[in-house]
Each structure stands twice: as C-alpha cells, then as structure tokens.
C-alpha cells in the first residue's frame, strides 16, 4: 500500500519558517519525482516546488529564493523548508509521487495546513 504521509503545518507568523516532510511508503522512493502543491481557499491547486530522483529541483516564481526543497532517499522523504513566509503562503500543503515507465504512478498525501498569520 503506498502512502505519502504530509508533515510539518502549522500556524506561524508573516516572517516565519516553516520546514514540511513528505514521507513515503509503499514506492522506490528514489525513482519518483517529488512535488508540493498548494491550494489556498478558493484557488486552484498550484505547483509550490519539484525535484526530480535526480535532484534537480524547480520552483514556482513566487516562492524562488525563499523556499527549497530536497530530498534523503534513505528515510524516503522529501522536505520543504519555507523561509519569510508570507499571509498569501496560507494554504494546505500536498506532496505529489510521481514516475513514468509505459503508465504513470501518480500518488498524492492528504495535506497539511500552513497558515500564515499574525
């Protein structure tokens, strides 16, 4: 059974850091691509950051500079540490599993929340 188990969300205030895990069963961790998304109240889900089982990494525009993400293949997990937060960060967070060889493996967590508020 694979499962991607989201953790880290909290509530923090606008400046803060937060560092978010994404731990993984179930899958060869280390031939997935890992990305988080996010979506706020309202919003559709949008791409946050990806790093590929090569680690090669990529981020939306909005959090470049500020958020980076990386991965330990030998505690199947991938991390996101998210510095200067911002109120328009509030969002839950999901980390996406995905790899394609003939079909595609495609998993997704249950979220987390980040709330960013004074």
């Known amino acids: 059974q694979v499962q991607l188990v989201e953790s880290g969300g909290a509530l923090v205030q606008p400046g803060g850091s937060l560092r978010l895990s994404c731990a993984a069963s179930g899958i060869i961790f280390s031939i997935y691509a890992i990305t988080w998304y996010r979506q706020a109240p309202g919003k559709q889900r949008e791409l946050v950051a990806a790093?590929?089982?090569?680690?090669?990494?990529d981020y939306a525009d909005s959090v470049k500079g500020l958020f980076t993400i990386s991965r330990d293949n030998a505690k199947n997990t991938v991390y996101l540490q998210m510095n200067s937060l911002k109120p328009e960060d509030t969002a839950v967070y999901y980390c996406?599993?995905?790899?394609?060889?003939?079909?595609?493996?495609?998993?997704w967590g249950q979220g987390t929340q980040v709330t960013v508020s004074s």
């Open positions: 996406n599993a995905n790899y394609i060889w003939f079909i595609t493996y495609d998993y």
């Open positions: 790093i590929t089982s090569g680690g090669s990494t």
